[in-house]
């Protein structure tokens, strides 16, 4: 991310242990950074930044990811959808996302605001 001029910036307040598996963490944690950075790439006023809030409270685990976009994010009905033009190589990990937050009884938002695209995971 420093090679690529991405600021990030993390706020993560966990117990030792939750009730999440490690697979399934790294597989959201994985997909989700892995797309703000290659979002964060097509950015090309060099204002690329990422911001990943992290915590647990009433027993559900609250995931917050911003990152900067390019503004070209379509969005149907609260889901994400490539513009790219390989399509049947992308959206699996969003996909594998909820698949993921649907095991846990949770709820995943996405959703883009001036050139940012937010998404929110409570599982």
């Known amino acids: ?37 290659e979002a964060c790439l097509d950015v090309k006023d060099k204002s690329r930044y990422i ?8 027993g559900k685990i609250d995931i917050l ?3 900067s976009i390019d503004g070209k994010v ?5 889901h994400l959808h490539t513009i790219k033009k390989d399509k049947e190589n992308h959206e699996h990990g969003l ?3 909820r698949k993921i937050v649907e095991k846990y009884n949770g709820h995943f ?9 937010i998404a929110e995971l409570l599982l």
């Open 1 to 37: 991310m420093t090679k690529n001029g991405i600021v990030f910036e993390y706020d993560i307040n966990l117990p030792t242990e939750i009730h999440v598996s490690d697979v399934d963490m790294t597989i959201i944690m994985g997909n989700l950074l892995d797309n703000a950075i």
């Open 51 to 58: 911001n990943l809030e992290i915590s647990c409270g009433y």
């Open 65 to 67: 990811i911003k990152n």
């Open 74 to 78: 379509e969005i149907v009905n609260s």
């Open 95 to 97: 996909n594998n996302i």
């Open 109 to 117: 938002k996405n959703s883009n605001n001036n050139n940012e695209f």
